[in-house]
């Protein structure tokens, strides 16, 4: 059974750091993508980051509104992978999403309807 298992969110202050986590079980291929989503209330779900897991180069990509903040790394032994946020601001405020590409993952795509499995997601509240 595919799962992604979300962790690390939570409250923090303006400045401040969160670092997300997800794992991946069940994926029966070696290659695959995960990438992180946030969708703020009355927001569309927006792409932040992605990262392919299981082969010797990570593709990643960063969106262009974390680029400097955020950071995407990878552990291939645990399919997990890690979103550091730093410098949080109020507008990161959303529910994170870890979500898995297993068709087009070396596309570096941030765009939802690519990913076909979704975990649960996690809160993440930036405010003083």
């Known amino acids: 059974q595919l799962q992604l298992v979300e962790s690390g969110g939570g409250l923090v202050q303006p400045g401040g750091s969160l670092t997300l986590s997800c794992a991946a079980s069940?994926?029966?291929?070696?290659?695959?993508?995960l990438g992180w989503f946030r969708q703020a209330p009355g927001k569309e779900r927006e792409g932040v980051s992605c990262?392919?897991?299981?082969?010797?180069?990570?593709?990643?990509k960063l969106a262009a509104s974390v680029t400097g903040r955020f950071s995407i790394s990878r552990d291939n032994a645990k399919n997990t992978v890690y979103l550091r946020m730093n410098n949080l601001k109020p507008e990161d405020t959303a529910v994170y999403y870890c979500?898995?590409?297993?068709?087009?993952?070396?596309?570096?795509?941030?765009?939802?309807?690519?990913?076909?499995?979704w975990g649960q997601g996690t809160q993440v509240t930036v405010s003083p």
């Open positions: 979500a898995a590409n297993v068709h087009t993952y070396y596309s570096q795509s941030l765009y939802p309807l690519e990913y076909t499995y």
């Open positions: 990262i392919t897991i299981g082969d010797r180069q990570d593709w990643s």
């Open positions: 069940g994926f029966t291929q070696d290659t695959y993508a």
